[in-house]
């Protein structure tokens, strides 16, 4: 089991950015994948990025497509995800995954951290 930890949330008002972290506590063969997801209040847990700790197989959601950037750092054993451009409804609690698959369904991500919490204000 991968232990992971998320950091980097906060209040931002729309336009402005935010970067999140994502400290795993190693990288294996069966969480060569990690990934970010969100869930507002209500609402069901969706995808927004992923990416290998290789740095390839970026893929984005729609609604974030152009405005955040996932990317690895294999020394820290860390996954940041840029957010730029902020919009009220990128507001959410963001959680990091990781997992042996490449896809977007959470169900397939076996490793969770605590989340981090950003909001955005207009």
């Known amino acids: 089991q991968v232990q992971l930890v998320e950091s980097g949330g906060g209040l931002v008002q729309a336009g402005g950015s935010l970067r999140l972290s994502c400290a795993a506590s190693?990288?294996?063969?069966?969480?060569?994948?990690m990934g970010w997801f969100r869930q507002a209040p209500g609402k069901e847990r969706e995808f927004v990025a992923r990416i290998t700790w290789s740095g390839t197989n970026t893929y984005y959601s729609d609604s974030v497509k152009g405005r955040f950037t996932i990317s690895t750092d294999n020394a820290k054993n860390t996954v940041y995800l840029q957010m730029n451009s902020l919009k009220p409804e990128d507001t959410a609690v963001y959680y990091c995954a990781s997992g042996r698959t490449l896809t977007t369904t959470p169900a397939n991500f076996h490793s969770w951290g605590r989340g981090t919490q950003v909001t955005v204000s207009s």
């Open positions: 190693r990288r294996t063969f069966s969480s060569f994948v």
